[in-house]
């Protein structure tokens, strides 16, 4: 390995790491964890960023660069942390928790296991050039385009490309998508100084190591014991499905997945704590999903609903309500209605079909099979490990927690939604293809995964912790 390719590694790193404590310097529970989680992740991203609007004219030195705009942003929010970590209020001792030596041994093994798997999945990423089909056929075509060729190429559809043949265009099945993560395959391209698909590839493992952390350091800090959460983060990262999208890295679900876990987590804190940095955080992590995978549109808009309402006087959330019923009939007596989706654009939608132009026509008719397929791949499958028959049995042992906490009936809200989003989309769309072949259905199913898992962990929480505070405890004064 390289000097460059350690260095191109190392700032990301700094910066991210910076930026976390630029933003929280509030010191507590799992805070270290939480910053190297965020810091990994954000650090990536902001990477990609700085090859876009720096090295679109010179891709094969991109890092090179690109790094000086990257290292003016980690001093400069360094700098900030400093003087924001030396004026913050230090925190309140907290009381050592005890585990007995039987919970201790068995969380050692459990998490000599995660190791180890981690491990294997390093080895994957390492030994294995670009596996899965969509990662080499949609995702790095055009980060590999844009390397090779020297410079940054609009990518457009088959009829622009075709009705054009002067100019230097480039098409493909993903042509629309997104281009984040194509940029940060570019940095790390051309710091390893040629396309070397594993060390392309590496940013997987570090987003793997960057979700459990991150999830593992917010838990702590909204008062999950260190037993649960040390749980919740092997449960999660213990999971067949999520090890795949490591280990056979190039795909972008994982990305959204911990961008939308993320948000969640940092809303949650904002809404106990009222800290700006948290707010900023999972604004900016919400935002960023259509940024990272067209459907992550989808899910900013399921954001946005729900911190509406919770935001919103009780008298005003039953008019929000009643709103969004009058749309829905809308939709049932109107033969066509255009609605815009930040992302996607203005989607079509009528009796029978519904039309979006990113992503194509589909179809409106139902399908009994690809619900037993959606059922199969929960249920059946060993994707999950046992999660999702865990889930409802934690659901209904910590039911009255759950009730009392508002900020987890709306996080458990968004999750619903979710998942009932998914299962119109395979059983009452032509996308139910994707469900009975198991291929996007699992996808799409990951993406909700670790805001699930944080409902479980936190639902396991003590008491104390929960957030029963009326409506007018919990916003701050306008004044």
Not at 303 to 314: E, F, Q, T
């Amino acid at each position: 390995m390289s000097l460059a390719f350690a260095l191109a590694w190392l700032l990301p790193l700094a910066a991210g790491i910076a930026l976390w404590l630029a933003l929280v310097p509030r010191r507590g529970p799992g805070w270290l964890a939480a910053a190297m989680g965020h810091g990994c992740v954000f650090g990536l991203l902001l990477a990609a960023a700085c090859v876009d609007l720096f090295a679109r004219a010179d891709t094969a030195d991109a890092w090179q660069r690109a790094a000086p705009a990257l290292a003016v942003l980690a001093a400069l929010a360094a700098f900030v942390a400093r003087r924001r970590s030396r004026s913050s209020i230090l925190p309140r001792q907290y009381k050592v928790e005890n585990a007995n030596k039987w919970t201790i041994g068995f969380l050692a093994v459990a998490l000599a296991s995660l190791v180890l798997r981690g491990w294997l999945m390093l080895r994957e990423i390492w030994l294995r050039p670009t596996f899965p089909w969509d990662a080499w056929d949609a995702w790095a075509v055009k980060s590999k385009t844009w390397f090779l060729l020297g410079h940054y190429a609009p990518f457009v559809s088959m009829p622009d490309w075709l009705a054009q043949p002067g100019r230097e265009l480039y098409t493909g099945v993903a042509w629309a998508y997104p281009a984040t993560l194509a940029w940060m395959q570019v940095w790390f391209a051309s710091a390893a100084g040629g396309w070397i698909e594993p060390q392309v590839n590496l940013p997987w493992f570090a987003l793997w190591i960057g979700l459990l952390l991150g999830h593992y350091g917010q838990w702590r800090a909204l008062g999950v014991s260190r037993v649960i959460a040390l749980s919740g983060m092997y449960a999660l990262g213990s999971l067949p499905l999520l090890d795949v999208h490591v280990a056979l890295a190039g795909y972008a679900d994982l990305w959204l997945a911990t961008m939308l876990g993320f948000a969640a987590l940092a809303w949650l804190r904002w809404r106990r704590e009222r800290d700006v940095g948290q707010l900023v955080v999972a604004i900016v992590c919400a935002v960023l999903l259509p940024a990272i995978k067209l459907e992550g549109a989808i899910w900013l808009l399921l954001c946005l609903a729900v911190a509406v309402y919770d935001i919103l006087p009780r008298r005003w959330r039953r008019l929000a309500l009643g709103a969004v019923a009058a749309v829905l009939l809308l939709l049932i007596f109107v033969s066509r209605v255009a609605l815009p989706v930040p992302g996607l654009g203005w989607v079509q939608i009528t009796h029978s079909s519904i039309v979006v132009p990113a992503l194509g026509e589909y179809a409106l008719r139902f399908n009994a099979d690809a619900l037993l397929s959606l059922l199969n791949s929960l249920f059946v499958q060993p994707n999950w490990h046992l999660l999702w028959w865990l889930a409802p049995g934690i659901v209904l042992w910590r039911w009255r927690a759950l009730r009392e906490d508002a900020a987890l009936r709306h996080l458990g809200a968004f999750v619903l939604l979710g998942f009932a989003f998914l299962i119109f989309l395979f059983t009452c769309t032509d996308a139910s293809r994707w469900a009975e072949s198991y291929t996007a259905i699992n996808r799409l199913i990951l993406q909700l995964v670790p805001a699930t898992v944080t409902i479980l962990a936190l639902a396991c929480r003590d008491s104390e912790h929960v957030d029963t505070r009326p409506k007018s405890a919990v916003l701050p004064d306008p004044a």
